[in-house]
């Protein structure tokens, strides 16, 4: 909405959507607003590998050219609020922080995908890791720049994510984990790609009210914070709260050139306490080491699903053989 507002003429929007209705609403919502807007539909769920691979190849079919490409589809699943924890961090020199990043007052519970790999991690991030790296035909020409912005969080913390455990089989916090994977992998796509004209950044909308939050507490509770996290942000201003604020990062990186952002920053979307926004680039704590082991992983284990949805594939045909004769 924010990208149609700036510039409708010549913008045309491709919204990759898990559930057709709830895109098909959206569409409908930003032609309102926007009648000439060219806005087209493609059905596609991060968590499905195959599901990916054939939105790539309907998007490749569609389109000879990719200029940027959002991959913000995430999920929070069975949010655990730690009270304790929290009453404690109220009494800390940590309190702004806890409000800020989430650190050490939420866990969640994950589940595996019809893949078998950690839900969180497959929607999260390899979902995207497979569709940049289908998609790279349409994003890589030679003579022009293209963009990826990846949706992290200030969630994303070192102390959760394991090389050894890139899906966080182990823990208790996949989703930080996943978001801090994000950050190691778009600098380790930076490495990669932008002697090909593709750039990767990272930001961080803040903390909105969205589908994803809202489950953590009851409804009416969030009502009656809300004047209480309007005044936090006197003392913080990463309290975004509605998604036009949380956007700001989001609308920022597409004006800039993609070479002027640097891959070791975060841009985060900031509130003032006067309810003005703004985007601040932040120092991730990442490294080159780190982000590259993470890629040859990533790569591993795309191989090995391939291999297993080639297996697959051909054990069906192999019955549908079978049935025949
Ligand atoms: N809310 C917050 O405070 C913060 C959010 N973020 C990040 O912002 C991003 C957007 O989240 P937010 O708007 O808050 O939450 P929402 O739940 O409102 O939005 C998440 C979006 O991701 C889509 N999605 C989820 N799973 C899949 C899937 N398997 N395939 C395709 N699409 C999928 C959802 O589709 P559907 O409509 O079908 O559910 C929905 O459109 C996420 O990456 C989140 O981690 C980061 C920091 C803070
Ligand atoms: C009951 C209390 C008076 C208020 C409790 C508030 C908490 C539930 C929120 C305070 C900071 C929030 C927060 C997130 C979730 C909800 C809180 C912990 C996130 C972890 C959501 C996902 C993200 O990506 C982070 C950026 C958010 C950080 C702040």
């Not at 930080?176 to 930001?203: E, F, H, P, W």
Request: hydrophobic share 35%.
């Amino acid at each position: 909405e924010r990208l149609l507002s700036h510039n409708s003429d010549g913008l045309q929007l491709c919204l990759a959507c898990r559930n057709m209705q709830r895109a098909e609403a959206t569409r409908s919502h930003l032609l309102t607003s926007h009648p000439a807007a060219q806005v087209d539909l493609l059905q596609m769920d991060t968590s499905s590998i195959s599901s990916v691979l054939r939105a790539a190849q309907e998007f490749k079919l569609r389109y000879a050219r990719l200029d940027y490409l959002y991959l913000n589809a995430g999920i929070m699943p069975n949010p655990q609020f730690d009270v304790k924890a929290f009453v404690k961090g109220l009494f800390s020199s940590n309190v702004i922080n806890m409000f800020s990043t989430g650190e050490g007052i939420l866990t969640q519970k994950d589940g595996i995908t019809n893949d078998g790999l950690q839900e969180v991690f497959a929607t999260n991030l390899f979902g995207h890791f497979l569709l940049v790296r289908e998609l790279e035909p349409v994003l890589c020409h030679a003579g022009q720049t293209s963009q990826l912005v990846w949706t992290s969080s200030s969630n994303a913390l070192s102390s959760t994510f394991s090389l050894d455990d890139i899906q966080h089989q182990k823990g208790t916090q996949p989703y930080s984990s996943s978001k801090y994977a994000t950050d190691l992998l778009s600098l380790a796509l930076n490495n990669r790609y932008n002697k090909q004209g593709l750039y990767s950044s990272v930001i961080c909308p803040g903390f909105m009210l969205t589908n994803m939050t809202i489950g953590i507490l009851p409804f009416y509770l969030w009502k009656l914070l809300m004047p209480f996290f309007l005044m936090l942000r006197i003392f913080t201003n990463t309290l975004t709260l509605t998604t036009y604020n949380g956007s700001e990062a989001l609308f920022w990186v597409f004006l800039q050139k993609p070479e002027s952002l640097n891959p070791f920053s975060k841009y985060h979307s900031l509130t003032s306490a006067l309810g003005n926004s703004y985007t601040q680039p932040h120092k991730m704590d990442i490294n080159m080491e780190t982000s590259e082991s993470l890629y040859e992983k990533l790569l591993q284990l795309e191989k090995d699903m391939r291999g297993k949805l080639k297996d697959k594939e051909k054990e069906s045909h192999h019955a549908k053989e079978t049935c025949r004769i």
